[in-house]
């Protein structure tokens, strides 16, 4: 069963540590990482697969992202459904990322250095160390 200290990792806000915390915790993980349980425990709710859907991935959060609910593009292969649920993840675990977020595949870019980019490079970086 994966456990995470949530007081732990609302002290760090590099995405890559929050995900060599979140490992270091559960020294027995296997792969591949069930980011839909590392999800649940942390308070993601609900994970919805949105059919037709006009964006990669969404998070929706109360204001103190205690609890939240992520969205999904149904039709994407199943490795790509597991990093955008981690990526919306990233989102929701580090303390400078909004509680409602929408992500499409143009507002991911490493050309244009924008604050909003950062913070999807963010949520990619956390995604990427994760799983």
Avoid: W
């Avoid at 995900?19 to 994970?47: R, T």
């Avoid at 103190?64 to 981690?86: D, L, P, S």
């Avoid at 400078?96 to 050309?111: A, F, K, P, R």
């Amino acid at each position: 069963m994966i456990q995470i200290d949530l007081m732990t990792l609302a002290d760090i806000g590099n995405p890559k540590l929050i995900a060599e915390e979140i490992i270091k915790e559960n020294k027995d993980i296997s792969l591949p990482i069930q980011i839909e349980e590392i999800a649940k425990v942390v308070g993601i709710k609900e994970i919805k697969y949105i059919p037709n859907a006009q964006f990669e991935g969404a998070l929706v959060a109360n204001s103190g992202k205690t609890e939240g609910i992520i969205a999904c593009k149904a039709e994407v292969n199943i490795e790509r459904k597991k990093f955008t649920i981690a990526h919306e993840l990233g989102h929701f675990l580090i303390p400078t990322h909004s509680n409602e977020l929408t992500c499409e595949t143009s507002s991911i870019s490493y050309e244009n250095r924008n604050k909003f980019i950062n913070k999807e490079q963010e949520a990619n970086c956390f995604a990427s160390n994760i799983l």
